[in-house]
């Protein structure tokens, strides 16, 4: 059964999904490939069993500097992007986080039920930020609005890259506390984390993550990538002398090789060992590979661009996800607010 609104044509609530996916991106580059392994095809694949939130957190952006023209343009390619990739707004509500006032103002009740010491054992802080005097309160306090993000919208699933693991674990923690202390508030939701893509490593450097935030893009695949720069890119991948392919994750030596196998075993849902089996030679591998890239990434390209030469219909497509997500939010702020004793 599905109940519809009596004033508007957009749905409020499934009754047919119980699953309530809610996930975010960060609008500050291009995607990569670590990007669409570890995190955004998922988001695609969710939309089939469950009630879906994607948002693009621009909050989250400007917690480091952001020029506010590029700000704007990376956010208009991201909704571009996203829509490229198969995110259906038939069927999912993709929005900007700063759209929807809500996610700032539960965003302080966290902040208000965190704690110093756990914000300062966040990882991520500690290699961004921790110890500069120009880093700025908001890269701290940051993973309180990532957790303000799921909980308002009683999200039971968070698809994320391995490197979120944490962020979540706290987000969770949160749900728990504020829970006990001031009655039944928030769902605690469940990480959704890949067997295989969790942490695609970079191509020049397979012993550091693939980042967009990384300033040497040879060790990126970008999204919107050429298919001549993607064949550029695999083929000056980093591998090893012994030219032989196994899959040894854990294993420094074959750090390049485990990652293209587990770039294609992601991409083609192939056991990454099993892909291993087919080759006796880096060779084959990396031209097989960066065939299989170029077929999934060149129609994503072509689509955005098409997007991006409407803005106008973009940006109003944005704002209505942006409506549809503020009618649930704003019932899930009131209850925590009250349930806090302040006065709504
Ligand atoms: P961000 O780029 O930090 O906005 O991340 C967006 C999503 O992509 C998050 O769920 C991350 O966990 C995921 N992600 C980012 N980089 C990688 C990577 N190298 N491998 C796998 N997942 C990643
Ligand atoms: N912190 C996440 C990242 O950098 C992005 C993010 C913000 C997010 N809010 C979220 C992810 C809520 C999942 C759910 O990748």
């Known amino acids: 059964m599905r109940i519809l609104s009596k004033f508007s044509n957009y749905r409020i609530w499934d009754m047919t999904k119980t699953k309530r996916v809610l996930s975010g991106i960060q609008p500050s580059a291009t995607p990569t490939l670590g990007n669409y392994l570890g995190a955004l ?9 469950a009630d879906c939130y994607y948002l693009i957190v621009d909050l989250h952006a400007i917690t480091v500097d952001q020029s506010p023209e590029v700000l704007k343009e990376h956010t208009l390619n991201l909704a571009a992007l996203l829509l490229a990739i198969g995110i259906d707004t038939k069927r999912s509500t993709l929005f900007i986080q700063s759209q929807v006032p809500e996610h700032a103002q539960l965003g302080w009740l966290m902040e208000s039920t965190v704690t110093f010491g756990e914000l300062s054992r966040m990882t991520q802080f500690k290699e961004k930020g921790k110890g500069s005097n120009t880093t700025r309160a908001s890269l701290f306090t940051y993973p309180a609005l990532m957790a303000a993000d799921i909980l308002l919208y009683q999200t039971t699933h968070v698809p994320v890259g391995e490197d979120q693991k944490q962020h979540l674990e706290l987000a969770r923690d949160l749900a728990l506390r504020f829970n006990n202390r001031y009655g039944d508030t928030f769902k605690v939701p469940e990480p959704e984390i890949p067997k295989v893509g969790a942490r695609i490593m970079d191509l020049q450097d397979p012993l550091r993550k693939m980042s967009k935030s990384s300033k040497a893009a040879s060790g990126n695949i970008y999204l919107t990538d050429t298919a001549d ?40 849902g192939d056991d990454p060992r099993d892909i291993a089996e087919r080759y006796s030679g880096y060779g084959a591998l990396k031209d097989d590979l960066a065939n299989a890239l170029v077929d999934t990434l060149n129609p994503i390209r072509s689509r955005i661009v098409e997007l991006r030469s409407d803005d106008t219909s973009l940006i109003a497509l944005l704002r209505e996800g ?19 004793g302040l006065i709504s």
Do not use: C, H
């Open 41 to 49: 095809k998922f988001w695609v694949e969710d939309q089939d069993e």
């Open 229 to 268: 720069s993607v064949s550029r890119k695999i083929k000056r991948a980093v591998t090893d002398a012994e030219n032989k392919v196994y899959f040894d994750p854990g294993n420094p030596q074959k750090a390049g090789v485990n990652n293209l196998l587990t770039i294609f075993g992601a991409l083609t």
């Open 322 to 340: 942006s409506a549809k997500a503020q009618a649930i939010a704003s019932k899930t702020l009131r209850n925590a607010k009250e349930a806090m």
